[in-house]
């Protein structure tokens, strides 16, 4: 038809061993295999919601190894972003601590306009090793004026479409305000 293909660029950030991969590969492939090495890749995807096609890049970062020496997010990373997912593990306070300082990061050095982040909590499967309660991460959420989700990449496909979903819509909004 005459529509006009719409790009978006989302990069997904975190401590390591939240569930980054896992998370991209579910909403890729719908699966969840346990296993995803440490790979830094930029996948393309055409989502094909609402009857649109948008083509879409996903950008499974790797948290750096040197944090004390470099910012934990990159300028290329920055400029490159549509859209960000910051993921955390329920089980994993550092990693928490790591969404929390990457928010601050992205507000300080991000345009205005840019789209609004999005804070997902996973392994929400794994409620006995629970160390952040969901009311302290949809409050830091609130606060720092981010999209919240728990969900658990490892149970269900579901939770993981309802973040990329809303990402893409984020996205959507924030480029009709350019
Ligand atoms: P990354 O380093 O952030 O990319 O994390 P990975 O995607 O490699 O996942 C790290 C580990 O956590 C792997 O062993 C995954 O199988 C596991 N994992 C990821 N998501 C979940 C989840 O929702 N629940 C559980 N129980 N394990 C998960
Ligand atoms: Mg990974």
């Known amino acids: 038809g005459n529509q006009h293909k719409v790009e978006a660029n ?15 590969v579910r909403f890729l492939t719908r699966r969840f295999i346990g296993e995803y090495g440490d790979i830094e890749s930029i996948y393309s995807h055409i989502d094909k919601t609402d009857g649109r096609e948008i083509a879409l890049n996903i950008w499974d970062s790797l948290y750096p190894q040197s944090c004390e020496t470099t910012e934990s997010i990159s300028d290329k990373q920055m400029q490159w972003a549509d859209g960000v997912i910051l993921v955390y593990s329920i089980c994993d306070r550092s ?25 997902v909590g996973n392994k929400r499967d794994l409620l006995h090793q629970r160390a952040v309660s969901s009311e302290e991460g949809r409050l830091f959420a609130l606060s720092a004026d981010c999209g919240f989700f728990e969900i658990s990449a490892a149970e269900t496909y579901h939770g993981v479409l309802l973040v990329f979903h809303e990402i893409l819509d984020l996205i959507k909004e924030s480029k009709a305000l350019k």
Do not use: D, H, M, Y
Not at 10 to 24: D, F, H, M, R, Y
Not at 95 to 119: G, N
């Open 95 to 119: 990693s928490f601590e790591v969404v929390r300082q990457q928010v601050q990061l992205i507000r300080q050095t991000r345009k205005l306009s840019a789209s609004t982040p999005i804070i």
């Open 10 to 24: 989302v990069l997904l950030l975190g401590a390591e061993n939240v569930g980054k991969s896992a998370l991209t």
